[in-house]
C-alpha cells in the first residue's frame, strides 16, 4: 500500500497552485499529491501538467496526479471523486485541503500523525478547538462560520466544534465504508454529511488545532446559496438517520508497516 494522499481541488487557482504543490511536496513527512481540477480556464490544469515532470520524472515514483473534470461540479464531487481514486491506488491515508493557504500546509503531517500514531481514524484541522483562530475573515463570517458549528452540534448531536472544516485525514477504513452511501451535499453541508457519517458509524476522530487564514490571492468559492445547503441539509440529514441503521463492518488487521522515511523541508 501507499501511505498518503493529499487531495486538492482547484477552480482557478493559478496563483496559488505551484506554491502549494511545492510546499505539500517538500515537507518531511512524504505526501502525495492529486489536484482534481474542475475545468479552469485560467489554466491551472496546465501548470499541474507542467510540475508533474519534476515530480516523477526519470523512472521516479509519481507524487503528483492531475484528474481534469468539464466544468464546475461542486467541491464535494470533486473530493469524492478524488477519495475514490485514491482507494483505488491503494492510499492508507488521504488528506483533504485548499488550494490558497487557508491551510498551512505544515500542520499535514500533525493530522497525518493523529491518525497514524494516536489510534485515530479521522484527524479534523479545527479552527475552534481552542478558542476561535480565523485570520483575516470579517467578523461576520467568523460568527456565522462559528454559529454555523453550534447548530451543527445541537442538531446531530455531535461534539465536533468545528463540523464545517475543510482541513481532514481519512483512514482509508473510514472512506471505504461512508462512500458507499450516497453523500448528497457539495458546500459545506458536504463537509458536515463526511463527519456525520463518520460518528454514525462510530469511527473515532479527533480534532487538531490549527489557525486559518483567509485566502490572499484568488477569489473565494463561499456563496450564501452553499450556507443555506448547511443549514437545511443539516436538519434533513439529521431527519433521515432515524430511519437507517449505521453498521461498520469489521476491521481486518493491517499488515505490520514500516515508518515512512522523512526528509528535511526545503
Known amino acids: 500500500m501507499k501511505e498518503c494522499l493529499v487531495v486538492i481541488p482547484t477552480y482557478n487557482e493559478i496563483e496559488n497552485i505551484e506554491a502549494i504543490i511545492r510546499k505539500v511536496l517538500s515537507l518531511r513527512t512524504p ?10 480556464p485560467d489554466g491551472t490544469a496546465r501548470r499541474v501538467k507542467e510540475l508533474q515532470q519534476e515530480y516523477g520524472a526519470d523512472g521516479l515514483p509519481w507524487r503528483l496526479h492531475l484528474m481534469e473534470r468539464k466544468g464546475k461540479l461542486g467541491l464535494g464531487t470533486a473530493y469524492i471523486a ?5 482507494l483505488g491506488e491503494g492510499y492508507r491515508y488521504i488528506c483533504e485541503m485548499d ?23 479521522v484527524a479534523i484541522g479545527s479552527r475552534y478547538i481552542t478558542g476561535v483562530n480565523v485570520v483575516n475573515w470579517p467578523m461576520g463570517r467568523v460568527l ?12 446531530t448531536g455531535m461534539s465536533v466544534m468545528d463540523p464545517t472544516a475543510g482541513f481532514i485525514c481519512y483512514s482509508r477504513d473510514v472512506l471505504k465504508t461512508i462512500l458507499q452511501n450516497n453523500i448528497r ?6 463537509q458536515i454529511e463526511m463527519k456525520f457519517l463518520t460518528w454514525k458509524y462510530g469511527y473515532r476522530l479527533t480534532e487538531v488545532p490549527i489557525i486559518f487564514t483567509d485566502r490572499t490571492k484568488g477569489v473565494s468559492k463561499m456563496s450564501t446559496g452553499i450556507f ?5 441539509g443539516v436538519l434533513q440529514m439529521k431527519i433521515g438517520s432515524f430511519f437507517r441503521q449505521y453498521i461498520p463492518p469489521q476491521k481486518q488487521p493491517e499488515p505490520v508497516r514500516a515508518k515512512p522515511e522523512t526528509s528535511e523541508a526545503v
Open 185 to 190: 451535499f457539495v458546500g459545506y453541508a458536504f
Open 144 to 155: 456565522m462560520s462559528y454559529f454555523a458549528g453550534i447548530y451543527v452540534r445541537f442538531i
Open 31 to 40: 505526501f502525495d499529491v492529486l489536484i482534481v481540477d474542475d475545468g479552469s
Open 228 to 232: 443555506k445547503e448547511a443549514v437545511f
Open 82 to 86: 478524488g477519495f475514490q481514486w485514491a
Open 99 to 121: 488550494a490558497d493557504f487557508s491551510h498551512n500546509p505544515d500542520d499535514l503531517v500533525r493530522l497525518y500523525e493523529a491518525c497514524a500514531n494516536a489510534d485515530n481514524d
